[in-house]
């Protein structure tokens, strides 16, 4: 079956350490996304990317990085920089469809990585 | 910049009765799309309808469907004979055509009363 698996599932993190989110598609989709989620609140995005060797910053990116070598695959590390890492992690494929002709917008979500501090 | 707004935290609806759920967004692109997601308690985002702006007719998928009120930005789901498999977090998210950057707002958790 198709779609986005995400690991681990709970991850924990000590002060001073960088820890590594993984993130793949089997969907062949274009486009992968970093959403962050906090409690009582919506997605936040963190990082995108379009297509191979290219990303972008989100709304939130400070404090992450990402890589993007292979299609399949997106994941993002947590660096020590990022003071407040517990949250909710969350992440989305799409195609990335910019014509006409195929208008198809939606994402498909992974299952969530739940990331705490020690 | 866009924005999503939903302004009811929390609601409630008897089980079999129909609920309507409020999202407002505000946007200065003319081609974009809807969304409403629900979230469950195991966290999965699952895509429960979709709806074009250009598309004047209300998107409906089964006992879901939505009032699109373009000129008010207004997007609101509305759920029919609800379940008790309906309980779930919703979110409105909305992105401009090509953009695909998803902005999400607050969620609403409706809880179905058997």
């Known amino acids: 079956d198709g779609g986005i698996t995400q690991s681990p599932k709970y991850l924990f993190r000590k002060e001073g350490q960088n820890v590594t989110l993984s993130c793949e598609q089997n969907?062949?989709?274009?486009?992968m996304y970093w959403y962050r989620q906090d409690p009582g609140q919506g997605l936040r995005l963190i990082y995108y990317?379009?297509?191979?060797?290219?990303?972008q910053k989100g709304d939130i990116a400070e404090g992450y990085s990402v890589s993007r070598e292979k299609k399949e695959s997106f994941p993002l590390t947590v660096t020590s920089a990022q003071k407040n890492p517990t949250a909710f992690y969350l992440c989305a494929s799409s195609i990335f469809l910019g014509t006409e002709n195929l208008r198809d917008e939606k994402l498909f979500f992974g299952s969530g990585t739940q990331l705490s501090v020690l | 910049a866009q924005t999503v707004t939903q302004s009811q935290p929390e609601m409630s609806v008897q089980e079999a009765e129909t609920v309507t759920l409020s999202c407002t967004y505000d946007?200065?692109?003319?081609?974009?799309?809807l969304f409403w997601y629900k979230q469950p308690p195991s966290r999965q985002m699952i895509l429960v309808i979709r709806?074009?702006?250009?598309?004047?007719q209300n998107a409906t998928e089964n006992r879901f469907s939505v009032n699109f009120q373009k000129a008010a930005k207004s997007f609101s789901l509305k759920i029919s004979d609800s379940q008790l498999g309906d309980a779930a977090m919703y979110f409105c998210?909305?992105?401009?055509?090509?953009?695909?950057?998803?902005?999400f707002g607050t969620g609403t958790r409706l809880t179905i009363i058997p």
């Open positions: 998210a909305s992105t401009n055509f090509g953009n695909e950057k998803l902005t």
């Open positions: 946007t200065s692109e003319s081609d974009y799309y």
């Open positions: 969907l062949n989709h274009d486009a």
């Open positions: 990317s379009q297509i191979v060797n290219d990303f």
């Open positions: 709806q074009e702006a250009y598309k004047q």
